[in-house]
């Protein structure tokens, strides 16, 4: 069974930036892709991105092109968020999510449904 931990979040001014984690344990991190997700207070969970098994196929949500990006170490078992130029709409818990893919080139999907392992999340404030 994969396990995953996030880390990172924190308390953050408008502007700034964070590097969220997602370690993966019990099962070797290559076999999966990987997604991001985030929810806020009385919202749905959101997918923000995502990334494939070989690392170069990547998906943004359109409300963080250009400001987020991921990565992925299979070595190192972690899956990293990069989050520029954060705004108070980018609060909430951030949650990472695996599924298992047979192929390394298969797209990844930023949908909640299409993802069966996931972590405990993270907190992310943006307040000045």
């Known amino acids: 069974q994969l396990q995953l931990v996030e880390s990172g979040g924190g308390l953050v001014q408008p502007g700034g930036s964070l590097r969220l984690s997602c370690l993966a344990s019990?099962?070797?991190?290559?076999?999966?892709?990987v997604g991001w997700f985030r929810q806020a207070p009385g919202k749905e969970r959101e997918g923000v991105s995502c990334?494939?098994?070989?690392?170069?196929?990547?998906s943004y949500a359109d409300s963080v092109k250009g400001r987020f990006t991921v990565s992925r170490d299979n070595d190192e078992r972690t899956v990293y968020l990069q989050i520029d130029s954060l705004n108070p709409e980018d609060a909430g818990v951030y949650y990472c999510?695996?599924?298992?893919?047979?192929?390394?080139?298969?797209?990844?999907?930023?949908?909640?449904?299409?993802?069966?392992?996931w972590g405990q999340g993270t907190q992310v404030t943006v307040s000045s």
């Open positions: 999510a695996a599924v298992r893919r047979i192929l390394l080139r298969s797209q990844c999907e930023l949908a909640t449904r299409a993802y069966d392992n």
């Open positions: 019990g099962q070797k991190l290559d076999l999966y892709a």
């Open positions: 990334i494939n098994r070989s690392g170069f196929g990547t």
